[in-house]
């Protein structure tokens, strides 16, 4: 069994909330959206990427047999997640193509599917998932971004110059903003009592990993720690939109 809670906020700075998200608890999804373009582009993008994903695993089709590939190492729904990705990446990109104010339009998302105690992870851009349990906190997802890729050819950079840097804000992969894009896919098996964390970067670029753990430790319902954690990211000083959905898995009773 899946639960989970949602919340959005379009922040203190900010005109308009480019976020989106989605929880479907009969699909056992939860899918969290952060969009880019100008004249609410952004908006549009994540909210087609949070309405195809769902869509698509809902019906369980793609508009072919795996058009997008197929991986014989993952399960049949991580591969059917993959598409739905991948789906939104083309309904996306062609209708920038298509409308001028549109141009450019993009999004990052992460999304999660639950079935039968294996969690898939499908991911693209810096929007991220945690899992908080017995052991603590850890990221599953690691963003596609100008910084991570810096940080991965020499962990030893200074990180202080980094935030710095006129390119820290930069993406190497969101869904949308070209014709092909990259789906970062993993599975996670679980044992019960798991906590999962989808956060938008005005999270995330706003509270550090022990404050994120310290709060999500405490224990109460899926809200109250949802809520505190947007509210939070906004007390923090988030300049951003702030989007997050907490869930919890526990096994099915037989």
């Known amino acids: 069994m899946l639960r989970a809670y949602g919340v959005t906020d379009k922040g203190r700075v900010r005109p308009s909330n480019e976020d989106c998200f989605g929880v479907d608890l009969g699909l056992r999804l939860c899918v969290v959206a952060d969009g880019m373009g100008g004249h609410n582009a952004g908006e549009v993008a994540a909210s087609m990427a949070v309405e195809a994903v769902i869509s698509i695993v809902r019906t369980g089709v793609i508009e072919a047999a795996w058009p997008y590939g197929h991986d014989p190492a993952l399960s049949s729904t991580s591969n059917l997640l993959s598409g739905a990705v991948h789906s939104a990446n083309k309904q996306i990109f062609d209708l920038?193509?298509?409308?001028?104010?549109?141009?450019?339009?993009?999004?990052?998302?992460?999304?999660?599917?639950?079935?039968?105690g294996v969690l898939s992870i499908a991911h693209a851009g810096d929007s991220r998932l945690y899992v908080f349990d017995r052991t603590g906190l850890k990221q599953l997802t690691e963003d596609d971004s100008w910084i991570a890729a810096v940080l991965s050819r020499d962990p030893q950079v200074d990180q202080a110059t980094l935030k710095q840097h006129?390119?820290?804000?930069?993406?190497?992969?969101?869904?949308?903003?070209?014709?092909?894009?990259?789906?970062?896919?993993?599975?996670?098996?679980?044992?019960?009592?798991?906590?999962?964390?989808?956060?938008?970067?005005?999270?995330?670029?706003?509270?550090?990993?022990?404050?994120?753990?310290q709060i999500v430790g405490t224990g109460g319902d899926l809200q109250s720690l949802a809520t505190t954690l947007l509210n939070t990211a906004l007390n923090n000083g988030s300049r951003d939109n702030v989007t997050v959905v907490i869930a919890e898995y526990e096994p099915d009773r037989k």
């Not at 920038?96 to 039968?116: F, K």
């Not at 599975?187 to 995330?204: A, C, F, M």
């Open 166 to 213: 006129p390119m820290r804000h930069a993406l190497t992969n969101v869904v949308g903003s070209r014709p092909t894009m990259t789906v970062n896919l993993r599975e996670l098996p679980l044992k019960g009592g798991e906590r999962l964390i989808l956060t938008s970067d005005g999270v995330h670029g706003a509270i550090e990993p022990p404050q994120l753990a």
């Open 96 to 116: 920038a193509s298509a409308t001028p104010d549109y141009s450019g339009m993009g999004t990052t998302l992460v999304a999660i599917v639950e079935r039968e």
